[in-house]
């Protein structure tokens, strides 16, 4: 199969995933959930491994530590996917305030130059969705997540369709 097929077909395939993310948010943000679940027990099980058998690294006490977190924080998230879409989506919500306020930082320390009204925009909206999420996070817990990975989806499915067909133009 040439490689412009390739990205046609998983350009479709990620497009429709995320209309479907989109159509149904909430279970969409219960599938983000459970993998963030999986990708933290598998990286906190490994670091414990690390941590408990490699005698020559200096930080194996701190490295076995942060696996043990990992692993404690992919099971609690597997196990109550509720719980944990709420502690994502507050997670994310935490890191839109953080971002909208290092903008605007940035900002005013570039208010001389073009990128200040950019960056003063950028940062208000970041500020804002990050108020809004932090502010009615039972409401904003139930969609945000879903609706956050079907827009990725799509937007990387629309660019590997566009960009195999232009591979297969060429």
Known sequence: MRSSTVLIVLGVILGVG????????????????????????????????????????????????????????????????????????LLVGIVFLITGGARLGMAWRLRETRLFWFLLLSGAASLLIGFMVVGNIAAAATTLLGLLLGIQLLADGLGLLALGLTARKR
């Open 18 to 89: 995320g209309l479907l993310a989109i159509a149904n948010p909430f279970a969409a943000s219960l599938a983000v959930t459970t993998l963030v679940g999986m990708l933290l027990i598998l990286s906190g099980a490994l670091q414990l491994w690390v941590g408990v058998t490699d005698k020559d690294a200096a930080h194996r006490i701190w490295t076995a530590l942060i696996g043990l977190v990992g692993l404690i924080a992919g099971v609690s998230l597997i196990a109550n996917p509720l719980a944990g879409v709420i502690s994502l989506t």
